[in-house]
């Protein structure tokens, strides 16, 4: 096993258990027959390219990556509505199988870039054949009109190199605008069908005791 095998192995597990620790608490939901807050979950090892790159622009020494470098395990939880959002964040405050060390709030505080999504970074433990081994992970929640902008801006980002020209900096600005005001229609839909559910519901029961 090389180097950069041997570096990564902890967090490739962290990020295979977490997915399947987070998205069967989408099945649970499921199965409760109740709306789920989570509608799909993601998760990567950040390739060595990008560590390497990120540990250069953020001058991290790469002996420091480990307690510096809080992403190399990420996973990414995906809502359908804002509100979803505090509720999978609250759920994962009350885990008991990892600490929160930080929480970013890009929600109510956007980067300039238009970004939005709550960032969540824990201490996650790895049960390794020499004992346990404490790394650091970050799990990113968002709407999904979030993620469909960051997902484009991401890819423009490596083309450009950060370095936008003037006009899709201003269109992507635009864009995460219009992302914003989905998110904000897609809220005011939510009500309407919980209202149109719970009129429904009391409908059935009345109907039931005549
Ligand atoms: P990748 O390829 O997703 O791994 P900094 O990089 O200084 O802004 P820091 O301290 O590393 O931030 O932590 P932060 O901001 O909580 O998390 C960085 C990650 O958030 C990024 O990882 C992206 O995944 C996401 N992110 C932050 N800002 C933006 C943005 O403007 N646009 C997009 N599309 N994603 C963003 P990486 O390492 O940059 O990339």
Not at 60 to 67: A, Q, V
Not at 78 to 107: A, H, P, S, W
Not at 156 to 161: F, G, S
Request: hydrophobic share 35%; aromatic share 10%; charged share 30%.
């Amino acid at each position: 096993m090389n180097h950069w095998d041997q570096f990564l192995a902890p967090y490739k597990q962290a990020v295979d258990e977490l997915k399947v620790k987070l998205k069967g608490m989408r099945g649970q939901f499921e199965q409760d027959h109740t709306h789920s807050p989570i509608e799909f979950v993601t998760g990567r090892v950040k390739p060595i390219a990008s560590i390497l790159d990120k540990a250069a622009h953020k001058r991290i020494p790469l002996d420091r990556l480990e307690t510096e470098m809080q992403d190399i395990a990420g996973v990414r939880m995906m809502c359908q509505f804002v509100d979803d959002i505090k509720t999978v964040v609250k759920m994962l405050r009350g885990r008991n199988d990892f600490t929160i060390v930080e929480e970013r709030d890009y929600i109510s505080h956007k980067k300039l870039s238009g970004y939005r999504s709550y960032h969540v970074v824990i201490e996650y433990p790895v049960q390794t054949i020499h004992g346990e081994k404490k790394i650091l992970a970050e799990i990113q929640i968002r709407t999904l009109a979030m993620n469909f902008w960051a997902t484009i801006e991401h890819s423009l980002n490596y083309k450009y190199k950060g370095l936008f020209p003037e006009e899709i900096k201003r269109r992507l600005q635009g864009a995460a605008e219009a992302a914003f005001r989905l998110d904000e229609e897609m809220s005011q839909i939510r009500e309407e069908v919980q209202e149109a559910q719970a009129y429904f519901t009391k409908n059935k029961e009345q109907n039931k005791n005549k």
